[in-house]
């Protein structure tokens, strides 16, 4: 499901659009398909509740109870500035080979240009510090080294201090109460990176630490030696994201 198209959703079985005064609901017949909705439409369905003059778009499904989908009009709103002004990150550096002076100079660059800079490791360890291939996303650790000022808790519910030493794989995990597999889009950016050695603008979906599902866009660069580790540097300009579900009451996620 590429586009979301509201007629096409209206015909078929089992979906139901709905409007309220500031709300696009539609309702889907199960969770497979809200979710294949939401991973493969987001940004339609932010250009939907737009078109509509609606705050946002609602996906519920059987058993979500108060805990639908949500996707912002405001997200569809920051695409359109974005491609009218070509402001996101378009730097393509070849930061493989690149030393540790090297690669701070382009964490310098990045923050003078506005935007966030995380470094993370791209190998996977167990709690021992030895490589595993687990797809256990708790078994299997990816732990945060750096983080800019420019991470706000407003988009991330921590001071970037606090993410150093983070397991970020907890937050691509596949689902709010599934630790036990990832998200088939972590699969991705790490083929991608394997291959490419970078991806721009990459548009993936985590959980953050309060359980709140996002997307975001980020650039991905991969560094072969960074303090002798492998790893992954994410850039992106801070107003790319929107939260599309959160709990009622926030989880706290283990670090």
């Known amino acids: 499901m590429d586009k979301v198209d509201i007629n096409q959703l209206l015909q078929l079985p089992g979906w139901t659009i709905k409007y309220s005064r500031e709300l696009l609901i539609l309702e889907a017949p199960n969770e497979k398909d809200a979710d294949k909705l939401i991973d493969f439409g987001t940004d339609n369905l932010a250009i939907?509740?737009?078109?509509?003059?609606?705050?946002a778009a609602i996906v519920r499904f059987p058993g979500c109870e108060n805990k639908p989908y949500r996707v912002p009009a405001a997200m569809a709103e920051k695409n359109t500035k974005t491609k009218m002004t070509n402001s996101s990150p378009q730097v393509n550096p070849n930061l493989l080979g690149?030393?540790?002076?090297?690669?701070?100079e382009f964490l310098i660059e990045q923050r003078q240009s506005g935007n966030i800079v995380v470094v993370t490791s791209n190998i996977t360890r167990d709690a021992q510090g030895r490589r595993t291939q687990t797809e256990n996303p708790e078994a299997g650790r990816d732990i945060c080294h750096h983080t800019n000022d420019l991470?706000?808790?407003?988009?991330?519910?921590?001071?970037?201090?606090?993410?150093?030493?983070y397991n970020y794989r907890l937050s691509w995990r596949k689902d709010y109460n599934d630790f036990t597999r990832l998200n088939p889009e972590?699969?991705?950016?790490?083929?991608?990176?394997?291959?490419?050695?970078?991806?721009?603008?990459?548009?993936?979906?985590?959980?953050?630490?309060?359980?709140?599902?996002?997307?975001?866009?980020t650039s991905y660069y991969l560094c072969?030696?960074?303090?002798?580790?492998?790893?992954?540097?994410g850039v992106s300009r801070?107003?790319?994201?929107?939260?599309?579900?959160?709990?009622d009451k926030a989880v706290a996620?283990?670090?």
């Open 48 to 55: 939907s509740a737009m078109k509509f003059d609606c705050v």
């Open 98 to 104: 690149a030393d540790y002076v090297r690669i701070h």
């Open 151 to 165: 991470l706000l808790p407003s988009r991330a519910c921590w001071d970037s201090s606090a993410w150093t030493g």
């Open 186 to 217: 972590y699969l991705q950016l790490k083929e991608l990176l394997a291959r490419d050695g970078q991806v721009q603008n990459f548009e993936y979906t985590l959980y953050r630490p309060d359980s709140a599902k996002c997307r975001y866009s």
């Open 224 to 233: 072969r030696n960074y303090l002798g580790d492998e790893v992954r540097i």
């Open 238 to 247: 801070p107003e790319d994201w929107a939260i599309i579900w959160e709990p």
């Open 253 to 255: 996620v283990n670090r």
